[in-house]
């Protein structure tokens, strides 16, 4: 059986490559996307992507997540503030796990909290695109813990 799994990215990550490089890298989005899906197909899954600067596309994109397996999130700076998407993850029974390209830790005090974090199950920062690689990684492992049961070992 195919593992289905949604990439989200939030506002500006359509920016990638243009908007400030020395926090974000040079890579385009669709290039971060195409080594994602490639890597993704490599190990059996399949991959949606989307991206959008707005909210409420995103609360849609989770919402339509519930008929998959998983979600990769990089919410971009929803992260620190947006109810609306952690109460989508929260609700949607799949696991996700939220990514950041920059260590949000390192930036700006605003940026050091994400609302988001506390409902996924795991959350990875300041890897710069290999976070995705990360992220991906760390999402199948918890669909296979999700698969095995409560009792899974031992």
Request: hydrophobic residues 45%; charged residues 20%; aromatic residues 6%.
């Amino acid at each position: 059986m195919t593992t289905h799994v949604m990439l989200l990215n939030g506002p500006n990550l359509n920016l990638l490559g243009v908007r400030d490089s020395k926090v974000y890298g040079s890579l385009t989005l669709a290039e971060v996307e195409s080594a994602f899906v490639k890597l993704a197909a490599q190990l059996g899954v399949e991959v949606v992507t989307a991206q959008s600067n707005s909210e409420g596309v995103l609360v849609d994109r989770i919402h339509e997540a519930r008929s998959m397996d998983g979600i990769v999130i990089n919410p971009g700076a929803y992260a620190h503030y947006s109810y609306a998407i952690r109460d989508a993850i929260e609700a949607v029974p799949v696991p996700c796990v939220e990514v950041h390209i920059s260590n949000i830790h390192a930036r700006e005090e605003f940026r050091h909290r994400s609302v988001i974090s506390p409902v996924v199950a795991g959350f990875i920062c300041g890897c710069g695109v290999y976070g995705y690689e990360l992220a991906l990684r760390a999402l199948l492992n918890r669909i296979e813990e999700k698969k095995a049961g409560p009792l899974a070992g031992g």
